[in-house]
C-alpha cells in the first residue's frame, strides 16, 4: 500500500470523493459549531476541510501518519493543529474532542482496535466518535471493477491485494462490531451514497500508475505489456465509457457516543 505519493495525485485517485463523504459523515456524527474536532488519518485533508468550514479552522485538529500529506495539511490548513502520527498512539490528551472522526482510514491501521480504543480515549465524556469504510465487495464502483478486471489479467498476484477480500471492515456489521468493542454506546451504523465526474477514462487510469493504494500498488507491479492489458480489461469492464463519466460508490459508517 502506497500512501507516500504527492497529495495532488491521491486526490485525483480517492480524494475526489471525500468532500462529499466526507459532509454525509460529519452529518452523521452530529458536527455542528462550537465543537472541537479531530480527523484522523486526515490524508490531504479532504475532512478536514469540512470540519473547518463547520467550525472554525482554529477549532479543529488533524493527524496522519504520512509525511507528505502531513506537510500538506499543514500548508493548507495553518490555524489548525496539525500533527503527523498513528491512529493507533494519537498525540493528544485524553477527552479533547467532542467529535472524533476517521474517514476511510480504519482497514488500513495495524491494529484497528487498538486505534479504534484510542479514538475513544481522546473523545470526552457523550462525545461521539465516527468512522467510514467503503464497501469494497459491493457498490465502491471504482474499486470493485478495477479488481475484477485484475482478477482476469492476473489471478493470483490480483489476489494477493484484493481489497474486497483482504479489507478486514468491508460491512457495515463489521464496523459496527468494532466500535462496540471499543466500549462506545448507541452505536449506529449505516450507508452513505457519493459519485464523483471523470472526464475521461484517462483521468481515472492516470492515479492507479502512480501506485496510490492497494490498487495503484498493484498495478506499477505489473511488466507494462501486463499493465497495458489491464487498462483494456478495466475500460472494458466498465463499460468501455468514452468522454466523461461518473461513477458512484457507497461507504458503511458507524458512530458512536463515549
Given amino acids: 500500500m502506497t500512501f507516500t505519493v504527492a497529495a495532488e495525485m491521491y486526490d485525483r485517485f480517492m480524494g475526489r470523493?471525500?468532500?462529499?463523504?466526507?459532509?454525509?459523515?460529519?452529518?452523521?456524527?452530529?458536527?455542528?459549531?462550537?465543537?472541537?474536532?479531530?480527523?484522523?488519518?486526515?490524508?490531504?485533508?479532504?475532512?478536514?476541510?469540512?470540519?473547518?468550514e463547520l467550525l472554525g479552522e482554529e477549532n479543529v485538529s488533524a493527524v496522519d501518519p504520512s509525511e507528505?500529506?502531513?506537510?500538506?495539511?499543514?500548508?493548507?490548513?495553518?490555524?489548525?493543529?496539525?500533527?503527523?502520527?498513528?491512529?493507533?498512539?494519537?498525540?493528544?490528551?485524553?477527552?479533547?474532542?467532542?467529535?472524533?472522526?476517521?474517514?476511510l482510514v480504519i482497514n488500513f491501521l495495524t491494529d484497528p482496535e487498538r486505534?479504534?480504543?484510542?479514538?475513544?480515549?481522546?473523545?470526552?465524556?457523550?462525545?461521539?466518535?465516527?468512522?467510514a469504510v467503503w464497501d469494497y465487495r459491493g457498490e465502491m464502483t471504482m474499486l470493485r471493477t478495477f479488481w475484477e478486471a485484475a482478477g482476469a489479467i492476473d489471478e493470483g498476484g490480483a489476489a494477493a491485494r484484493d481489497e474486497r477480500t483482504r479489507m478486514l471492515f468491508?460491512?457495515?456489521?463489521?464496523?459496527?462490531?468494532?466500535?462496540?468493542?471499543?466500549?462506545?454506546?448507541?452505536?449506529?451504523?449505516?450507508?452513505?451514497?457519493?459519485?464523483?465526474?471523470?472526464?475521461?477514462?484517462?483521468?481515472?487510469?492516470?492515479?492507479?500508475?502512480?501506485?496510490?493504494?492497494?490498487?495503484?500498488?498493484?498495478?506499477?507491479?505489473l511488466e507494462p505489456d501486463v499493465q497495458a492489458a489491464l487498462r483494456d480489461e478495466y475500460h472494458r469492464v466498465l463499460g468501455s465509457p468514452e468522454g466523461p463519466f461518473e461513477l458512484s460508490a457507497r461507504a458503511w459508517y458507524a458512530v458512536g457516543k463515549k
Fill in 17 to 52: 470523493y471525500g468532500d462529499a463523504l466526507g459532509r454525509q459523515l460529519a452529518e452523521r456524527a452530529g458536527v455542528r459549531p462550537g465543537m472541537k474536532a479531530l480527523d484522523v488519518g486526515a490524508g490531504t485533508g479532504k475532512l478536514t476541510k469540512v470540519l473547518s
Fill in 68 to 103: 507528505p500529506f502531513a506537510e500538506s495539511l499543514g500548508e493548507r490548513f495553518p490555524a489548525a493543529d496539525v500533527r503527523r502520527g498513528a491512529a493507533e498512539e494519537l498525540p493528544f490528551e485524553d477527552g479533547s474532542f467532542d467529535v472524533v472522526c476517521a474517514q
Fill in 115 to 131: 486505534g479504534t480504543a484510542e479514538m475513544a480515549r481522546v473523545a470526552r465524556e457523550e462525545g461521539a466518535v465516527a468512522a
Fill in 170 to 221: 468491508g460491512e457495515r456489521e463489521e464496523i459496527v462490531e468494532l466500535w462496540e468493542g471499543a466500549g462506545l454506546r448507541d452505536v449506529e451504523g449505516g450507508e452513505i451514497v457519493v459519485a464523483t465526474a471523470y472526464e475521461d477514462f484517462d483521468d481515472l487510469w492516470a492515479p492507479f500508475l502512480a501506485g496510490v493504494g492497494p490498487a495503484g500498488d498493484f498495478t506499477v507491479s
